[in-house]
T-cell receptor, first 115, second 115 residues
Framework: AQSVAQPEDQVNVAEGNPLTVKCTYS??????LFWYVQYPNRGLQFLLK??????LVKGSYGFEAEFNKSQTSFHLKKPSALVSDSALYFC?????????????FGTGTQLKVEL | NAGVTQTPKFQVLKTGQSMTLQCAQD?????MSWYRQDPGMGLRLIHY???????DQGEVPNGYNVSRSTTEDFPLRLLSAAPSQTSVYFC??????????????FGPGTRLLVL
């Protein structure tokens, strides 16, 4: 079975500071990993994905994430946070070998960026 | 392209009533899915479809039916609404083949309240 954990319900960051939103996963095979963002009263929007290749993945709006196989993590990062980054962030995983077509989401982390 | 569209945006039902949540996409995506979003639980997969005429159950299928008569449409039916089905429902679609398939596109959501 595949699963995702986002250990922090909320992350607070000052504007201009670096931010990290944590994600760990569990799969039986090789993972496909994703980050999605949800703004208030909106659907989810794709940010970035790791399929294969370079462990550091760059995505939309200056976000990046690093795939760490030994720690089974895929933390989302941004060097300098903006107030407009405040949103709900979801990590998701697909176990290519064991999970078929299904995408499993974490419970979400609320990011709050303050002036 | 309109992307993924959902109707209605908001609905109030009484316990025992039935209704259909509509979802349509104009990207010719073969894979479509329905999720429900509840506080602290992230997104949970209700049903999904890998193409017209093919549907399968996700994590939480009880109380819901789906059909896929065309590539474009994937309606979700609540047979007899219960308060436990109060939630925000998201429809999503993606391509079935190739690495581009891994990006899911979400609709804006339907907020359902069952009294």
């Amino acid at each position: 079975a595949q699963s995702v954990a986002q250990p922090e319900d909320q992350v607070n960051v000052a504007e201009g500071n670096p931010l990290t939103v944590k994600c760990t996963y569990s799969v039986s095979g090789n993972p496909y990993l994703f980050w999605y963002v949800q703004y208030p009263n909106r659907g989810l929007q794709f940010l970035l994905k790791y399929i294969t290749g370079d462990n550091l993945v760059k995505g939309s709006y200056g976000f990046e994430a690093e795939f760490n196989k030994s720690q089974t993590s895929f933390h989302l990062k941004k060097p300098s946070a903006l107030v407009s980054d405040s949103a709900l962030y979801f990590c998701a995983v697909r176990d290519v070998a064991g999970g078929g077509n299904k995408l499993t989401f974490g419970t979400g982390t609320q990011l709050k960026v303050e002036l | 392209n309109a992307g993924v569209t959902q109707t209605p945006k908001f609905q109030v039902l009484k316990t025992g009533q039935s209704m259909t949540l509509q979802c349509a996409q104009d990207m010719n995506h073969e894979y479509m899915s329905w999720y429900r979003q509840d506080p602290g639980m992230g997104l949970r997969l209700i049903h999904y479809s890998v193409g017209a005429g093919i549907t399968d159950q996700g994590e939480v299928p009880n109380g819901y039916n789906v059909s896929r008569s065309t590539t474009e449409d994937f309606p979700l039916r609540l047979l007899s609404a219960a308060p436990s089905q109060t939630s925000v429902y998201f429809c999503a679609s993606r391509e079935r083949t190739g690495l581009a398939q891994e990006t899911q596109y979400f609709g804006p959501g339907t907020r359902l309240l069952v009294l």
